[in-house]
């Protein structure tokens, strides 16, 4: 996924082919399960730090829409 300048990342983002459903599936952040999972295993805090700081991206980068919309990341 590529990167804001402000080094976030592009949570509008549709893959290499323009796909909608890619762009929705990344905002689904299923892959947050992972960091959890690690984070579990070893205890290693840059995992919890990781999940921390791809939230707090992405609740940073996309304010709730005031209307109803058709936005990849609501």
């Given at each position: 996924?590529?990167?804001?300048?402000?080094?976030?990342?592009?949570?509008?983002?549709?893959?290499?082919?323009?796909?909608?459903?890619?762009?929705?599936?990344?905002?689904?952040?299923?892959?947050?399960?992972?960091?959890?999972?690690?984070?579990r295993a070893t205890g290693d805090a840059k995992y919890a730090e990781g999940w921390n700081d791809i939230v707090k991206?992405?609740?940073?980068?996309?304010?709730?829409?005031?209307?109803?919309?058709?936005?990849?990341?609501?």
């Open positions: 996924v590529p990167r804001r300048p402000d080094g976030g990342l592009t949570w509008e983002h549709r893959g290499a082919v323009d796909d909608r459903e890619w762009a929705l599936a990344l905002n689904r952040h299923g892959f947050l399960s992972s960091l959890i999972a690690a984070w991206d992405w609740i940073t980068a996309n304010p709730y829409p005031a209307a109803d919309n058709n936005m990849e990341t609501w």
